[in-house]
C-alpha cells in the first residue's frame, strides 16, 4: 500500500522538468564549449600564419619562387578555409543540438 501512495503523490511534472533542464544546459554547454575551441583553432591558426608570414623574408629565395603564390596570398587562402571549416562546424553543432528534443 505504501508503494501505491507513493506513487499516486509522486510529482511526475517536477521530473520531466528537472530532465527537460538538464538537457537544454548539456545543450548549452556544449554549445558554448564547441565554440570556444572553434575560436581557439582559428585564432591559434591566424597566429601560425601570422609568424609565417612576417618571417619568410628571412629565408632564402627558393627556385621558382616567382611560380607559386606569395606566403600572404597562401596564408589568406588557408586562413578563408578554416574559416569556412570553422562555420561549418558551427551550423553542424547548431543543427545537433536542434535535433535534440528538449522541449520548447
Known sequence: MQI???????????VTDRVEEFGQSAADNYTETSDRVIDFVVDTNKRV????????????????????????????RYLDAVERAADWNRDLNRRVVDLLPLGD
Open 4 to 14: 501505491t501512495e507513493t506513487i499516486k503523490d509522486f510529482d511526475f511534472a517536477k
Open 49 to 76: 600564419v601570422d609568424v609565417v608570414v612576417t618571417n619568410v623574408e628571412r629565408f632564402p629565395e627558393a627556385p621558382f619562387a616567382d611560380r607559386v603564390p606569395s606566403a600572404a596570398d597562401t596564408g589568406k
